[in-house]
């Protein structure tokens, strides 16, 4: 869950230097989650677990970079910042590839991440939004030779994909 972040600004009074007044600017938001994408469909399935110390990269439209933060652990991640575009990047951690990109009409539950490159399309905050569909599915890379039992399929040696029966 995302929470709304407000940013207080204090006017002083110039001749008694106590506050006189108080605004609030609601910040935007935007995160989402980082999870474990088992079946490399890129589709947030059920039972899939989220990935905790992920780092995310926030960057301006200008590609420069605004912010980073981990996941926690259960996958989520947020960043509350001023109107304006921005683009997030996901870091993988080794032996790990992402899942394909925007797979299902529902974004909630699609990864956002380009496979090759870990990075969104732009993203346009306005004052007040909150966009908290911002995804994205990692899976395991088989290694040659070993054998991965995934949900409700085995990775076989090789990485080849055998069904096991329900």
Known sequence: MIRRWCLCLAVLSLLAFRPSAYSCIALPTLGDRVWNDWNADGIQDQGEPGMSGIEV???????????????????????????????????????????????????????????????????????GDSDPTWDA?????PLPGTVWLLGTGLMGLFGFRTKTKK
Do not use: C, W
């Not at 599915?137 to 890379?141: D, L, T």
């Open 57 to 127: 990269k926030l960057y301006d439209s200008a590609e420069n970079p605004f912010g980073s933060t981990l996941t926690n652990n259960n996958g989520n991640f947020s960043f509350a910042v001023p109107a304006d575009e921005y683009y997030l990047k996901f870091i993988l951690p080794d032996g790990y590839r992402f899942s394909p990109m925007e797979q299902e009409s529902d974004s909630l539950l699609d990864s956002n991440a380009h496979p090759r490159t870990g990075m969104t399309r732009g993203i346009t905050l306005a004052s």
């Open 137 to 141: 599915g990692m899976h395991a890379v």
